[in-house]
């Protein structure tokens, strides 16, 4: 059975400062795991996708994501947070019907 | 432009009630699915179809959803006689095949009063 748990509901981070998104995975098999963005009233847009070519996955916005096998985590990060970057981010995994994640709310203030 | 295209984007009704929502997918996109996502949470998997075939159907599709791909283009879902707890995003999603990206459109939010 496949599962996705994202480590914290809510992260905050002053605007400059570097984003860390926990997500850990478990799957009986190597999975694809993927890390999409929500803004409000909006649909999830894929920010980037993991499939075994790299383990350091970098996606648009300046984000990237590393798969770590032993620790079977795919944390999100992204240098420097912008306002913009305001969202509900969530990760996923799965090769047919994705599996969620319950999100993490990021909020980046000024 | 060219993205997952749902329509309505907003549908308000009573108790009761039947619903149909539609999905256009990204024209080329032989995958299709649809999602359930509730307040706080992350999208739930309701059904999936490569072209026009259903191949599955999670058990939180209840027999009041039923979900066509007719001609293996657009989709749609239908909700009869709508329960309170039918409140949600629904969202549609495609991909050009198996173990490929699925792009989201911005879903319908259902209300039932």
């Known amino acids: 059975a496949q599962s996705v748990t994202q480590l914290d509901s809510h992260v905050s981070v002053s605007e400059g400062t570097p984003v860390l998104l926990r997500c850990n995975y478990s799957?009986?098999?190597?999975?694809?795991l993927f890390w999409y963005v929500q803004h409000p009233n909006k649909g999830l847009q894929l920010l980037l996708k993991?499939?075994?070519?790299?383990?350091l996955v970098k996606g648009i916005n300046g984000f990237e994501a590393e798969f770590k096998k032993s620790e079977t985590s795919f944390h999100l990060t992204k240098p420097s947070a912008h306002m913009s970057d305001a969202a509900e981010y969530f990760c996923a995994g799965g090769t047919d019907k994705l599996i969620f994640g319950t999100g993490t709310r990021l909020q980046v203030f000024p | 432009d060219t993205g997952v295209s749902q329509d309505p984007r907003h549908k308000i009704t009573k108790r009761g009630q039947n619903v149909t929502f539609r999905c256009d997918p990204i024209s080329e996109h032989n995958r299709l699915y649809w999602y359930r996502q509730t307040l706080g949470q992350g999208p739930e998997f309701l059904t999936y179809f490569q072209n026009e075939a259903q191949l599955e159907k999670s058990r939180l599709l209840s027999d009041r959803f039923s979900a066509e791909r007719p001609k293996g283009s657009f989709s749609t879902l239908e909700i009869q006689r709508t329960e309170q707890g039918d409140s949600a995003m629904y969202l549609c999603a495609s991909s050009l095949s198996n173990n490929q990206p699925q792009h989201f459109g911005d879903g319908t939010r259902l209300s039932i009063l």
């Open positions: 799957s009986s098999y190597s999975p694809s």
């Open positions: 993991y499939t075994s070519a790299a383990t």
